[in-house]
């Protein structure tokens, strides 16, 4: 998904382990169409960037015409890849925004077992961030705050609510007729 110039893009966000394997990603782009073009394109980014040192600071590096921006904490490895044409502090905020919500929401005890066990509102936190490649929210608190607000109480309307929610919400009601 190229930019055209006017709205920055991001092609894909990545949080794999210190073996490379999955926790979460999410991809925006049908540069790689199939699910083993997905996996390997995680090896390879892998293989290139586990040698650095990108524990301190985000590392900027540029692999097979796409940027990629990223960072390391304990045993998760924070990845955000856009086009060749993207601007690098962009992606750079995009994966600060992720990588501040995620600290929060995991109550700053970031590693792959409280990821795995907190994987529902890590994948809420790709979904606040970006919609279809485009970017909705870097301000990390913000979109921690988002992601936790989705308890949301029975007098929300039904569209505004998870699907969750609204079974419980449903429950409440036919409950409520039951006894009356």
Not at 6 to 23: A, F, M, Q, T, Y
Not at 88 to 100: C, H, K, M, P, R
Not at 103 to 128: F, G, H, M, Y
Request: aromatic share 8%; glycine share 4%.
């Amino acid at each position: 998904m190229a930019s055209n110039g006017l709205c920055p893009s991001i092609k894909n966000i990545l949080l794999l382990d210190s073996e490379g394997k999955r926790v979460a990603v999410k991809y925006y782009s049908d540069d790689w169409p199939t699910n083993s073009s997905k996996v390997a394109f995680e090896k390879f980014v892998f293989s290139k960037t586990v040698k650095t040192n990108a524990r301190t600071e985000a590392e900027i590096t540029l692999l097979e015409n796409n940027i990629i921006v990223y960072k390391f904490v304990q045993d998760l490895h924070f990845f955000v890849t856009g086009g060749d044409d993207e601007n690098e502090l962009i992606l750079a905020s995009v994966l600060q925004g992720f990588f501040d919500a995620v600290t929060l929401l995991l109550r700053n005890n970031v590693d792959k077992s409280e990821a795995l066990e907190n994987l529902d509102l890590i994948l809420l936190c790709l979904d606040e961030i970006v919609d279809g490649g485009i970017i909705l929210e870097t301000n990390g608190p913000l979109i921690a705050e988002k992601v936790t607000s989705h308890n949301m109480d029975a007098d929300a309307p039904l569209s505004e609510q998870t699907l969750t929610q609204a079974w419980a919400t449903a429950r409440d009601t036919f409950t409520r007729t039951l006894l009356t």
